[in-house]
């Protein structure tokens, strides 16, 4: 089988990505240009031969690929005009090259960025004339297109039209043909020549026989916006090669580029790797966690063990593991005070190592007492010079920029005020804090409102945090609003299972059985569905 790659484009939306110097497809995701992954994915499905079709920078895929790539012939496509048609032009122009290598085609968009299993899905089918439509689909810019027929028949691709009723699902730019009907179309193309529409709108007209397969919770994205490169990278590619994804180096990038591409970053508790699989795989509709918080006060509970710092950092690197062994998001660390100076250094760069995204390290000293406790009068906030040192030492200590020193404020919570908490950041930040966390432990939001009021007005800033434990009526809109970059859930899933589990424990004494129960418990069926033997 032949692939035919769509790469003539100049892609004007992604300006400001590419800065007007490469194709978009040369985009890199994790190190690897979004057209390498195109060409893997195809070799190694057994495609004997790739065309290109290049308009925009057409010398760059040349210098770059030649005639042979792992043992697979390159062809190349030139496309006039590339500028001022569409791609139903560009696929035109390959009916020479695609009879001379006489075999079935598939033809698939360079700016999609796709789960492989997907291509194994269009590849595994016996069906000639095959088009993919996702029926997870959201409308975000009305221009999706959309795939109508019934009892796998293709009836029509079109913009959303509520007078067709449903759609199948979104169409995605991977499809298959078998050689004779590809050439039909190709002929129907160049008798309308109506090169200003897409080849996608073209292909029901044309007359030849299309099927259709849905796919369902794959991920993908066709790449035209800025906001569609950083669901690449963010998501997509998380989810598609997971493998490689919860590994150190790439799980470690996730946190900055989160806060750099989403209005705000959801970071829900995780202690142990049920919980690492409940922030991971927890959706509704297009939303999710983007990553988990390993809180001390939760991990020591865990462990049946006070919030005092008992668990050493030994401890903590198994239950990362743990995590990192069943999850690909990243995660935060919350290092309390973060120790002596000598022990604060070497404990970030394990972290690092391991994976981590970030540590969390308060201003306070003396001994651990949790930060919500309605009694302060026994903790101390640790002098700005003393602090700053430390965070300036554990940055000097890093190996990657990736990794993340966040200072957490803690001024509020000893009645410090805002003056003070304001001071404190000033100087945190000029120490090398890659991110700020202001605390409060206030029923209301007052004290971050003002806190975020002054933060807007200093000549640097840095992302910032909040842990809304207590004032928790505050919705992510309004701290967007007020500037939060990062909000923390920090101990929602112990607090809400503890309770659960102990009234299963009393049920059970109190009925000398287990039946009564049984509505309280996931069934043991769901039990060993819930964590997939692969």
Not at 139 to 166: A, F, P, S
Request: hydrophobic share 35%; aromatic share 8%.
């Amino acid at each position: 089988m032949q692939a035919i790659i769509l790469a003539a484009g100049i892609g004007k939306r992604l300006s400001k990505v590419t800065n007007n110097n490469i194709p978009k497809s040369f985009l890199e995701i994790e190190g690897r240009r979004l057209i390498d992954y195109h060409l893997d994915n195809l070799v190694t499905r057994g495609i004997t031969d790739i065309t290109f079709v290049v308009g925009y920078k057409k010398n760059l895929f040349i210098d770059t690929f030649g005639s042979e790539y792992r043992g697979v012939t390159i062809h190349y496509v030139e496309v006039p005009k590339y500028d001022l048609y569409n791609h139903s032009w560009s696929i035109s122009l390959t009916k020479e090259t695609c009879n001379k290598i006489n075999k079935d085609v598939i033809v698939l968009h360079a700016d999609t960025f796709f789960d492989p299993k997907i291509l194994d899905i269009l590849l595994d089918s016996e069906d000639n004339n095959l088009i993919l439509a996702d029926m997870n689909y959201t409308l975000k810019t009305n221009d999706e297109m959309i795939v109508y027929g019934n009892d796998g028949n293709i009836t029509g691709l079109h913009y959303i039209d509520e007078n067709m009723g449903n759609g199948i699902g979104e169409f995605i730019g991977l499809h298959k043909f078998n050689l004779d009907s590809f050439n039909k179309y190709l002929d129907y193309l160049n008798i309308m020549k109506k090169w200003d529409v897409g080849y996608d709108r073209m292909l029901v007209e044309s007359g030849i026989k299309l099927n259709y397969k849905t796919i369902e919770n794959l991920s993908w994205i066709n790449i035209n916006h800025s906001e569609d490169y950083d669901f690449a990278k963010n998501y997509v590619f998380r989810k598609a090669y997971r493998d490689i994804a919860s590994l150190p180096n790439s799980r470690r990038k996730m946190l900055r580029r989160l806060i750099t591409s989403n209005s705000i970053v959801r970071i829900l508790e995780a202690h142990n790797g049920l919980t690492g699989l409940i922030v991971e795989k927890t959706k509704v509709n297009d939303t999710e966690f983007d990553g988990m918080w390993l809180s001390s006060l939760t991990h020591s509970a865990s462990k049946g063990r006070p919030d005092n710092q008992y668990v050493d950092i030994t401890t903590v690197s198994h239950t990362l593991n743990e995590i990192f062994d069943v999850t690909t998001k990243p995660i935060i660390v919350d290092l309390d005070n973060g120790g002596l100076v000598e022990h604060f250094k070497p404990i970030v760069r394990t972290l690092e190592r391991l994976g981590v995204s970030a540590v969390i390290i308060e201003d306070k000293i003396g001994n651990k007492r949790n930060s919500l406790f309605d009694d302060t009068s026994n903790q101390l906030q640790d002098t700005i010079e003393d602090f700053s040192f430390k965070i300036s030492e554990g940055k000097k200590s890093l190996v990657t920029k990736d990794f993340m020193i966040i200072a957490r404020v803690e001024s509020f919570i000893l009645g410090n005020g805002l003056e003070d908490a304001i001071e404190r950041t000033k100087a945190y930040i000029e120490a090398g804090a890659d991110g700020i966390m202001i605390h409060s432990k206030s029923k209301t939001s007052d004290e971050i409102i003002s806190f975020c009021k002054k933060y807007k007005d200093l000549k640097k800033v840095v992302p910032l945090v909040v842990v809304p434990s207590t004032y928790n009526k505050v919705t992510e809109k309004e701290l967007t609003d007020i500037g939060v970059n990062v909000v923390i859930y920090a101990n929602h899933l112990l607090r809400s299972s503890y309770p659960a589990m102990v009234d299963t424990a009393t049920s059970i004494l109190q009925n000398k059985r287990s039946y009564e129960a049984n509505d309280k418990c996931l069934s043991i069926k769901k039990v060993l569905e819930l964590i997939p033997n692969d």
